[in-house]
């Protein structure tokens, strides 16, 4: 036994050492004055007392329902000591004017667990006895604990007092004078009594404190869960916290009323401008716009507070529907308390605390299947709000804690959906709601059995604007990747939609220079998710490369991972030479850019495929064999150039010539770089002039010639089918290393 871990027990212990010998058993001694026992009937000797087995057992089932009751009161590690109200009361009367029928006789105090002495008759507090070293205070005898009885009636009588004593404490000292004792309210269910209350009466920042201060003196003494009068306590709690936070709210209020009544301006005829209709909801020039939250003084006093974990604990030990609702509204206007250290970074001790464990929400998801079958449908159950609105708070901290992760996929999928439908409409809900769903246990291969009211209302979270535009871009891109027959239909009906995104989403890369670098260090993780779902919207038609003509790093990102589609597989004639002459117009247009988004891995793939149709065709090998020799020698003098740069950096020059050579260098590996993609839009007029070929056969068009008519190449283009002799000698002429 750990006595302080398990000081609840410890009256195993004590009856145990004074626990009598059974008959038949008497104490014997060795010749060393050691003791053992010895059953005079059986003739059995042992060395341990013949109860101690007894004891033992009895420990370990009590420890087992010590253990099962902690686990059903869902106390944790951060939990406080619960202390009866009783000793709050009796403290805070200290004239005297408790009654005497319902105070201990020993200690003069209320009486908690009251229980009936066996030996004199009399009612103590359990307290009184065990501290008494469980002798009766009155004649002095020893008491067992299991032959104490309780006194039910006398209980009562003093949850009747409390209860009467409370309610007053709270009208008195806690709540406000508009509001009423016995209403129950709350951020989820708020009565029109309530909404009356909100609205009626006020309070100064001074009367805010010295309530708030009441409400701490009070508060951990209502921990207590298997207490009703606690219970009702919390529920006070409750109510007082929501109307504390509704002041800003009805400050807002007067605030708008006040912008109302300031005049606009007015033309000469003394009629208002139109311009004046905008001043009812825009504030006047120099006024702050309000903020609800700020406004309340409870959210001054929350911040300065010297300890918010005095707040914050006494509602984590409640772990009622109440105290959970009660703290998911302070976390709801506090978003800095969600990391606070008493959550433990919700590890899973605390998470139980909450009701957020597996079996609470697969409970919780069989309930709300059981009440109704859509999904979509709003619940109105105030408990199962409180739980629901807790998985989006731990998800939207920096731990990112979702709950709905261990859960199989039909019980977390709709749980989700009904919570997002249920709760009240934020900025960041769509959000939050986006990075659970892909984070989900299934997801997403389990979309394409999902019906087509959910994959729409997928899609109109991947398109809502205001949203994170990275979760968006993906969670689209899993949709068309998983459901795309689906999915693409309805992406080609919000065709703007998906501009927009994919627009806004381009607004955070970097410009044409930059984005030289930022391809040279690897590819971003932006321009990744944008290429990825731009080259898929583009393939399915949903729209065209030249939809995205705002920003060329895009355009090129999307051509370069549409490529390896355009080279397999096979599209229609007219979007593919459509999209075929935007890319190469793109490349001459910006050579640099493009090589820095392509790179020779790509050309290199577009010319081993085309590489498989050489055999049958012998103008089209002798083509390739020319755009291969050309890439063979850009590659080498852009080897020799990056050796003539590295040489010129260690070399020992003046700050002049070495200036020169580096910036002649530098010319020179743009000049290579505007020749490769020069090859590189060769190689793709080839590709185009092969695939209309292998279409025309196809389709058994006799009226169009075998070879497709070859497109007008740029200047860069023509040097690079130049034939290999001339051009390795142009290029040794100009690639002599300098003396070092």
């Keep these: 036994?750990?006595?302080?871990?398990?000081?609840?027990?410890?009256?195993?212990?004590?009856?145990?050492?004074?626990?009598?010998?059974?008959e038949y058993w008497k104490i014997c001694y060795t010749e060393d004055r050691e003791v053992y026992y010895f059953n005079m009937r059986t003739g059995e000797s042992i060395w341990d007392h013949p109860m101690d087995a007894y004891y033992k057992s009895l420990f370990k089932q009590e420890k087992a329902k010590l253990e099962k009751k902690r686990k059903k009161m869902r106390l944790f590690s951060g939990s406080m000591s619960i202390l009866p109200l009783q000793t709050f009361f009796s403290e805070h009367h200290l004239d005297g004017d408790l009654p005497d029928a319902l105070c201990d006789p020993i200690d003069f105090m209320l009486l908690v667990d009251p229980v009936v002495l066996p030996t004199s008759g009399r009612t103590v507090s359990k307290h009184t006895i065990v501290n008494n070293k469980w002798r009766d205070p009155f004649s002095r005898e020893y008491v067992e604990n299991r032959r104490l009885i309780y006194n039910v009636d006398k209980r009562h009588e003093v949850d009747q007092w409390l209860r009467k004593e409370l309610v007053k404490y709270f009208k008195e000292n806690v709540l406000f004078p508009e509001q009423d004792a016995n209403q129950q309210s709350g951020e989820f269910g708020v009565s029109s009594a309530s909404k009356d209350a909100v609205g009626a009466g006020s309070a100064t920042p001074d009367e805010i404190q010295a309530r708030f201060k009441e409400l701490m003196r009070i508060l951990p003494f209502l921990l207590d869960k298997?207490?009703?009068v606690c219970l009702e306590g919390q529920r006070l709690c409750l109510n007082w916290f929501t109307h504390a936070y509704s002041l800003g709210k009805r400050d807002q209020r007067k605030r708008r009323g006040s912008h109302?009544?300031?005049?606009?301006?007015?033309?000469?005829?003394?009629?208002k401008e139109k311009s004046a209709v905008r001043s009812v909801a825009t504030p006047p020039a120099g006024v702050t716009p309000h903020n609800p939250a700020?406004?309340?003084?409870?959210?001054?006093?929350?911040?300065?507070?010297?300890?918010p974990g005095d707040v914050l604990a006494p509602f984590l030990t409640m772990s009622t529907s109440a105290s959970l609702e009660c703290l998911a509204l302070i976390l709801t206007h506090h978003p800095n308390l969600r990391t606070h250290p008493c959550f433990f970074a919700y590890n899973a001790d605390v998470l139980s605390v909450l009701q957020l464990t597996e079996s609470d929400l697969t409970s919780l998801a069989k309930s709300l299947a059981a009440g109704s079958a859509n999904p979509f449908a709003k619940t109105t159950n105030t408990d199962f709000m409180v739980k629901l609105r807790w998985c989006y708070l731990v998800m939207d901290t920096v731990y990112e804690v979702n709950v709905l992760t261990p859960l199989p996929w039909q019980h977390s999928f709709p749980l989700l959906i009904t919570a997002h439908h249920s709760l009240p409409p934020s900025p960041a809900l769509p959000s939050l709601t986006i990075k659970m769903v892909r984070e989900l246990s299934g997801w997403p291969e389990n979309v394409k059995h999902c019906d087509q009211p959910t994959v729409k209302w997928l899609v109109s979270l991947a398109l809502a604007a205001g949203g994170d535009l990275t979760q968006q871009l993906l969670l689209l891109y899993d949709l068309l990747i998983n459901a795309g027959d689906t999915v693409i239909p309805m992406c080609k009906k919000q065709k703007q939609c998906v501009l927009s995104l994919m627009e806004s989403f381009g607004a955070t890369?970097?410009?044409?220079?930059?984005?030289?670098?930022?391809?040279?260090?690897?590819?971003?993780?932006?321009?990744?998710?944008?290429?990825?779902?731009?080259?898929?919207?583009?393939?399915?038609?949903?729209?065209?490369?030249?939809?995205?003509?705002g920003n060329v790093v895009m355009q090129l990102a999307i051509a370069n991972a549409l490529l390896p589609?355009?080279?397999?597989?096979?599209?229609?004639?007219?979007?593919?030479?459509?999209?075929m002459n935007t890319i190469t117009q793109l490349m001459e247009s910006h050579p640099e850019t493009a090589w820095a988004t392509f790179k020779a891995d790509?050309?290199?793939?577009?010319?081993?495929?085309?590489?498989?149709?050489?055999?049958?065709?012998?103008?089209?090998?002798?083509?390739?064999?020319?755009?291969?020799?050309?890439?063979?020698?850009?590659?080498?003098?852009?080897?020799?150039?990056?050796?003539?740069?590295l040489s010129t950096k260690l070399a020992r020059r003046g700050p002049t010539s070495h200036r020169t050579l580096l910036d002649k260098a530098m010319h020179r590996r743009r000049e290579i770089a505007a020749e490769r993609c020069g090859n590189l839009v060769a190689l793709l007029n080839v590709l185009l002039s092969v695939r209309l070929k292998i279409k025309s056969r196809d389709h058994h068009r006799a009226e169009r010639p075998d070879v497709a008519p070859r497109r007008k190449l740029s200047e860069s283009a023509r040097e690079a089918h130049a034939p290999p002799e001339k051009a390795r000698d142009r290029d040794d002429k100009t690639l002599t290393l300098p003396p070092i």
Aim: glycine share 4%; charged share 35%; proline share 4%.
């Design 1 to 22: 036994m750990d006595v302080e871990k398990e000081k609840a027990l410890t009256w195993i212990a004590r009856e145990a050492l004074k626990a009598p010998l059974p």
């Design 226 to 228: 298997e207490d009703e």
């Design 260 to 271: 109302r009544n300031v005049p606009g301006p007015r033309d000469k005829d003394g009629h």
């Design 294 to 307: 700020s406004s309340s003084e409870i959210y001054t006093i929350l911040r300065d507070h010297d300890t």
């Design 509 to 549: 890369f970097p410009d044409e220079h930059s984005a030289v670098a930022l391809h040279e260090d690897g590819l971003g993780t932006a321009v990744q998710y944008s290429s990825m779902l731009g080259s898929f919207v583009v393939y399915h038609d949903v729209c065209r490369l030249e939809d995205f003509a």
């Design 565 to 579: 589609r355009l080279t397999r597989m096979q599209w229609k004639p007219k979007i593919f030479e459509a999209t």
């Design 602 to 645: 790509r050309l290199d793939f577009v010319l081993k495929e085309l590489t498989k149709k050489k055999k049958s065709n012998e103008e089209l090998r002798a083509r390739l064999e020319r755009i291969e020799a050309t890439e063979k020698r850009l590659q080498q003098s852009n080897s020799i150039n990056n050796w003539l740069m």
